[in-house]
């Protein structure tokens, strides 16, 4: 294993164990056994580290996505909306604390603001596919041709999304599959 | 003003400056100009500190859904759900760097939840808060008796939640104001 890996891993362990403030870069560098001077050389900041654990160890979203667009006018497309908001759920769920954990720290939050402004990245990005894919659905009247795609996109996002942080607060009564599979009844009408 | 409400005033302020983690009690009570032995005459521990923040300081989510659950029946609808969403958008901007200052901070996070799940407390709460409110609103035959209630609200409160947290990491191209009505009309179907 390379050593951006071996950061890496030592990064998302930190991240889990002490928090985001708590997995300092010394920190890093001494689990990933490399010198703070070679973890720098690799990363120009903790903001980018950050980052890459976000982009490179979450449970993919992007894949789901693919697969979701892969799937227009195939199949059922509620079920396939059903299979995607599983997967959104798992992403947000493990995404959760990383990301909340950048938010909840000033000074390491403006650097990540302008990097993600800089590389036209952010975490808005999945609305706008799904509601590529919402669109491309309604052009194959499979979906309803009234329904507002970015609408409906930001509502399915965000409810998957709220969801992923309640259940770190709390323990939720319903299970997320029988959740799911209401919410996208419920948005589609169906 | 008392004490109390020194150390919350100080508390906010160094949550906003330094994040949850760098907000620590010493911080507090100093910005407080009061003893750190005073400060847990008040509070048992910064947990408590952080949810009577979160309760007391946040621009009140609470008194926006009082006054829907009051517009049952009167004016319209719609409308009415329009401005409690941009009510839940304000308050959950305000609310998600120290709500994500807590989910990013795994000891924390793990008193905080035991001391959600004793006092019964939780911000899963407004989603059913808001779900009874539609009930109403069904049995007043003003909204669509066929729309699933909890799941309306879980996309409706989901969907301000998710918005709120994004705003922190990029700079959104549609205003509040024309997202918050589109929203509502495609969950409503109006």
């Known amino acids: 294993?390379?050593?951006?890996?071996?950061?890496?891993?030592?990064?998302?362990?930190?991240i889990h164990e002490f928090g985001i403030a708590g997995a300092t870069t010394k920190r890093i560098a001494q689990q990933a056994a490399c010198s703070e001077a070679l973890l720098y050389k690799h990363f120009g900041n903790k903001e980018e580290i950050v980052l890459a654990v976000l982009l490179e160890r979450s449970p993919a979203l992007g894949p789901a996505l693919a697969k979701l667009r892969r799937?227009?006018?195939?199949?059922?497309p509620a079920a396939n909306l059903v299979e995607f908001t599983g997967k959104a759920l798992e992403f947000y769920t493990r995404a959760a604390a990383v990301a909340g954990g950048v938010l909840g720290d000033p000074p390491l939050m403006a650097g990540?603001?302008?990097?993600?402004?800089?590389?036209?990245?952010?975490?808005?990005?999945?609305?706008?596919?799904?509601a590529e894919i919402l669109r491309a659905e309604q052009?194959?009247?499979?979906?309803?041709?009234?329904?507002?795609?970015d609408a409906a996109a930001s509502l399915l996002m965000g409810a998957c999304f709220h969801r992923a942080n309640l259940t770190h607060f709390v323990d939720l009564p319903d299970d997320d599959a029988t959740w799911s599979a209401t919410i996208v009844r419920t948005l589609l009408r169906r």
Chains 1, 2 share one sequence.
Not at 1 to 14: H, K, V
């Open 1 to 14: 294993m390379g050593t951006r890996d071996r950061i890496l891993d030592a990064a998302e362990q930190a």
């Open 71 to 76: 799937s227009v006018g195939q199949g059922d």
């Open 112 to 130: 990540f603001r302008a990097m993600l402004a800089k590389a036209d990245l952010g975490p808005h990005l999945p609305i706008q596919a799904l």
């Open 139 to 149: 052009q194959a009247g499979r979906v309803e041709a009234g329904l507002d795609a």
